[in-house]
């Protein structure tokens, strides 16, 4: 699991962090926000028609070559934004990295939920979402620094050389991503809306999308409002470090959480949670109290990731898990495309204060779709 952790926290750490560069970059260009919020959901347009796709690409030819292809797509990426520093040039990043991790991000839960024995599974998820974290920390600091003590093309330059860590081990290390996975026991015609009509794996599906969208939003316009508080690029890095800090910690205690309560019972808390820190957000000026609501938001957003992860797996059909991945992933970025437009228009018109309530009101829906 140390080697799957360590390319997650490479490519995602090139996802994330390539958002925080984005957004300055197109600020620095002159861009309003709701050209910010349509870069936002480019992010997610090509994963659109690539998720269930990519899902059954890992069922049938295994998770190596998706990876890689999803590790070469995101060094194409990197090297666009340092080599064309233009709003356009932007877009490509955008396009070519959503398509980029979704071909990296499917296999790679494929794999972490077929690795082991099943009743590791929950672990091993719980320890990829550290993984995440992990790069939910680096990316914005990487990005940050770079740009205050570079430029904006060293920061894209930077995590072009951090993809070289995952393509190194999976050329190297091909073992890594054989793993067995079960096979459905008859051959049936692959549909995906067949999985929705699954009434739990469809709550489950839906719920994930409304979470990553409210995870996703707050990585794109914390830059925002951070640049409209004055605070300098490193600054909102370290923001967006303390905020992954405390995603970080929630996979330490939300196993013992889980152990004592339900999963549904445990989401409608933390959403709650982190709603009502939304609320405040753009309120505060004081960088320490930024970094502590921030860090209260990372709290609650922090639980919804593993606990969504699991429920899905556990609830697929036998010989399908990449596929319902892929499905999963899919609804996430149709509420990646969906709520960055509508939050793009909101701050173009009213400002920054509606787009955190507008997030606030998202993650009050997932706790309400949770209780049920």
């Known amino acids: 699991m140390a080697l799957i952790v360590l390319i997650c926290v490479s490519i995602h750490g090139c996802y994330i962090g390539s958002k925080v560069v984005v957004s300055l970059l197109a600020l620095e ?21 690539l998720g269930v796709y990519s899902g059954r690409l890992a069922d049938t030819i295994g998770m190596r070559v998706p990876m890689l292809i999803g590790c070469g797509l995101t060094t194409t990426a990197m090297l666009c934004g340092y080599f064309w520093q233009q709003i356009a040039a932007l877009f490509a990043v955008a396009l070519i990295m959503g398509a980029a991790f979704m071909f990296f991000n499917v296999s790679l839960q494929n794999l972490t939920g077929a690795y082991g024995r099943p009743e590791n599974r929950a672990r091993n998820f719980s320890m990829l979402t550290i993984g995440y974290s992990i790069s939910t920390f680096v990316g914005p600091m990487i990005a940050g620094f770079a740009i205050d003590y570079a430029s904006h093309a060293h920061a894209f330059l930077a995590f072009a050389c951090l993809t070289l860590i995952p393509i190194t081990i999976l050329t190297l290390h091909p073992g890594l991503t054989r793993i067995t996975v079960a096979k459905s026991e008859k051959a049936v015609e692959r549909r995906a809306l067949d999985l929705l009509r699954n009434p739990p794996l469809r709550r489950v599906i839906v719920t994930s999308g409304l979470i990553v969208a409210a995870y996703e939003l707050f990585g794109f316009y914390m830059p925002v409002f951070g640049h409209s508080a004055g605070l300098s690029a490193s600054t909102i890095g370290i923001v967006m470090g303390t905020y992954a800090t405390a995603t970080f910690l929630t996979r330490f205690f939300l196993p013992l959480l889980l152990r004592r309560t339900s999963p549904e019972r445990v989401l409608s808390f933390f959403m709650l949670f982190a709603a009502a820190a939304l609320l405040l957000m753009p309120f505060l000026r004081s960088t320490w109290l930024i970094m502590a609501v921030a ?78």
């Open 295 to 372: 860090f209260a938001i990372g709290l609650g957003i922090g639980v919804g990731q593993p606990i969504s992860m699991t429920m899905a797996f556990d609830r697929s059909p036998a010989g399908r898990t990449g596929e319902v991945t892929g499905l999963r992933l899919t609804a996430n970025n149709i509420a990646r495309i969906v709520i960055p437009l509508a939050a793009g228009a909101l701050g173009a018109s009213f400002g920054v204060v509606p787009v955190f309530w507008m997030n606030a009101a998202n993650l009050a829906a997932v706790s309400w779709f949770a209780r049920r």
């Open 29 to 49: 260009l002159g861009a309003s926000q709701f050209l910010i919020g349509g870069l936002a959901s480019l992010y997610a347009l090509l994963p659109l028609a």
